[in-house]
């Protein structure tokens, strides 16, 4: 809003010839046709979901009829959504909502309480504790996925909700980035409120969370992002319908000796409008605050 | 702390009371955080390193899990196929560079002014980043369709017919390169998004006394915005070398490995070792491998940063 405000007073203060407007729309339309070409593919997607001939989908995607269908059909949406049966992507699509809420609701008081302590704290050795997240940051998913899978298989795990939410809720990079944001207000703040008697809870959630909206919204965008995307760890732990998250049922088109892209594809454009949902809902926020800090971190 | 200043003597006692509950207090906030990284990763990072040495098959046998030292590690370097795989995820590391962060550093620089729909310019340019991989391979896997698939067709079309269609993911010369293509495809928005709060970082001062200067604009980019971008780039080559590393979904979908082991990667090795081939042991040397590539790439960030003096 500010920048639009900006944008339209500049004029009174720097009078501008109707050439650099021009080659500034001129400008805008380049970047524009650029990001068509880039998203594409993604219309592409949408399009060919709404044909129900996956032969016709395969012999369309050469021309530009796969940008275009004069008779669009929800049939391909209506085959998958079941609940049950062989393409029960409405189950998919809700076990994959339940894990990604779950993990990102977990995550953002998790990670923000152990952030803000390690910003606020009075606890001692607390350097040494952010000198562990630091250096926990640099283990990989992938390096620590063999033990961990028989660890959940002992304890009964497997083909759980559970399994897929609890190794990923705790984040080294998420409490440092809360670390990092807490650390960054104020002390002014904390040191008044301590001395009204707040308790550290009381601070940290009357005081420093209504504050948080930023880094609020850009964990929950890159763990949402995250867990949605989760593809190799539930192909791990999960054999039934019962959790398996969308992404690997539609994994399991390619295992087919003819892929059934017209399902496939209607599968995919489930799978995107949620993050997508959750994208726009938080974007505003996102793009100002994301890594600029993390760069130096 | 604070509240010495008050200086009164009878304050102390419920003072020191409240500072203990606080940190009580302290201790459960941050509990669920440890209690989680110590169990989900600390204890399995510490079992890689302790299952590397052992011949632990996945499911458990009656007879007793013995200690073998070094030997998963010595048949792990002595098989071609690893080999292989980290040729592989080099090829790929060095193809996707370029192409990955240099669409979002161009990108960036197209993005980073007054525009009109600039907010939604920049989302349009990001949807790629949300897309999940998998979604990504039914894109791609049509889009790499044999013979006559939208990227072939593209391909015949600027060539005037003269360049065959291309098996995309069935010729092993061309397969790893396909995964670059898709890969950057979806990865670059996350760079864009890191180069252009770089490029926000730099000060319009330092444009201002550069056009002062009367430098033109190409100077103005390599003397004010390349030398303000430095450790932006190590950030980025860092992440996405780390990223291009850990390669697993796309090849695990679109190609297996093959054609030829064209694109084994390291990942997917290790997870056929693990849960095809069922040697634990095994697949946990290969883990314990592919930490300390990871690691190796973090330290060279870390002494790549000093040096810029950042």
């Keep these: 809003m500010s920048d639009l405000a900006l944008s339209q007073s500049a004029p009174l203060a720097i009078p501008r010839g109707n050439g650099k407007k021009t080659l500034r729309i001129v400008q805008s339309l380049c970047i524009l046709v650029i990001a068509l070409v880039m998203i594409s593919p993604l219309f592409m997607l949408l399009i060919a979901s709404l044909k129900d001939d996956r032969f016709r989908i395969l012999a369309d995607m050469g021309s530009f009829r796969a940008f275009w269908v004069s008779d669009p059909t929800l049939s391909n949406y209506k085959e998958i959504a079941h609940f049950s049966g062989e393409l029960a992507y409405g189950r998919y699509l809700f076990n994959s909502l339940v894990i990604l809420v779950s993990t990102v609701l977990g995550g953002l008081v998790i990670n923000s309480m152990a952030g803000f302590v390690l910003a606020w704290g009075s606890l001692r050795g607390k350097a040494v504790l952010l000198a562990l997240v630091v250096a926990l940051y640099v283990i990989p998913q992938e390096s620590i996925i063999m033990p961990l899978v028989v660890m959940m298989s002992r304890a009964g795990l497997t083909d759980t909700f559970a399994v897929q939410i609890l190794p990923w809720v705790a984040s080294p990079l998420y409490v440092f980035l809360f670390y990092q944001f807490f650390a960054q207000l104020p002390k002014e703040l904390y040191e008044a409120a301590e001395m009204d008697g707040a308790s550290a809870f009381r601070i940290y959630r009357s005081i420093y969370m209504p504050l948080s909206l930023p880094a609020l919204a850009t964990v929950s965008i890159l763990m949402g992002i995250e867990s949605w995307n989760q593809y190799l760890w539930p192909t791990l732990v999960t054999q039934t319908d019962y959790a398996r998250p969308i992404a690997v049922a539609i994994a399991t088109f390619f295992g087919q000796d003819s892929i059934y892209w017209d399902r496939a594809m209607a599968a995919s454009v489930l799978m995107m409008i949620p993050v997508l949902i959750l994208y726009l809902a938080f974007q505003r926020w996102f793009v100002s605050s994301f890594v600029g800090s993390a760069v130096k971190g | ?310």
């Design chain 2, 1 to 310: 702390m604070t509240l010495q200043q008050t200086s009164v003597p009878a304050l102390r006692r419920p003072a020191k009371r409240r500072d203990k509950q606080r940190l009580w207090q302290e201790m459960a906030m941050i509990a669920p955080a440890v209690l989680l990284l110590a169990i989900f990763l600390i204890t399995p990072f510490l079992l890689s390193f302790w299952t590397a040495m052992t011949n632990q098959p996945l499911v458990p046998r009656p007879t007793p899990v013995r200690f073998v030292g070094l030997l998963n590690f010595e048949r792990v370097f002595t098989d071609p196929l690893f080999w292989t795989s980290l040729w592989n995820v080099t090829r790929f590391t060095v193809w996707v560079l370029p192409v990955q962060c240099g669409l979002a550093f161009l990108t960036a620089l197209l993005l980073h002014q007054k525009l009109p729909m600039q907010n939604l310019l920049r989302g349009l340019f990001f949807l790629p980043a949300i897309t999940s991989m998998v979604v990504v391979c039914v894109i791609w896997g049509t889009l790499f369709q044999y013979p006559s698939g939208p990227l072939n067709q593209i391909v015949s079309f600027l060539s005037g017919g003269t360049i065959q269609p291309i098996d995309w993911l069935g010729d092993p010369n061309w397969a790893m390169f396909s995964i670059v293509l898709l890969s950057a495809w979806q990865a670059y928005g996350f760079q864009m998004i890191i180069y252009l709060a770089g490029l926000q970082g730099i000060p319009e001062e330092l444009y201002d006394a550069a056009r002062i200067d009367g430098a033109s604009a190409l100077r103005r980019f390599w003397h004010v915005t390349m030398p303000g971008l430095r450790p932006t780039h190590v950030f980025v080559l860092v992440i996405t070398t780390i990223q291009a590393f850990k390669l697993y979904t796309q090849v695990a979908i679109l190609t297996q490995g093959g054609p030829k082991e064209s694109t084994e990667t390291v990942v997917h090795y290790m997870v056929r070792a693990g849960f095809e081939e069922q040697k634990l042991g095994y697949a946990s040397a290969v883990s314990v491998i592919l930490f300390v590539i990871v690691l190796l790439i973090a330290l060279l960030q870390r002494k790549l940063l000093r040096r810029f003096d950042v």
